[in-house]
């Protein structure tokens, strides 16, 4: 029974149906939101401060200062230690 039902989920007898549509809908939004705040995270790590608050919305950044910025992180504070703890 449960060979069947894998044979069946990847099977592509038909079209989807309109509650299969609306699952996958709902499941890609969750995965959007879910995963948005890391995407954002990593994205502005790369920013430099006068890009981070502008009232202006970007994918990417426009300027790269991400070594820049880690570098400035690692020399500013003790993250290795702070790691270690």
Known sequence: ALQMSF????????AASPGQLATHSLLLLAAFVTLFPFYWMVATSFRP????FT????WLPQNWAGLKNYAD???KADLFVFMKN
Do not use: C, M, N, Q
């Open 49 to 52: 401060p006068e890009e981070v």
């Open 73 to 75: 992180a690692l020399d």
């Open 55 to 58: 009232g202006t919305f970007h």
């Open 7 to 14: 044979a069946k989920l990847f099977s592509r007898d038909g």
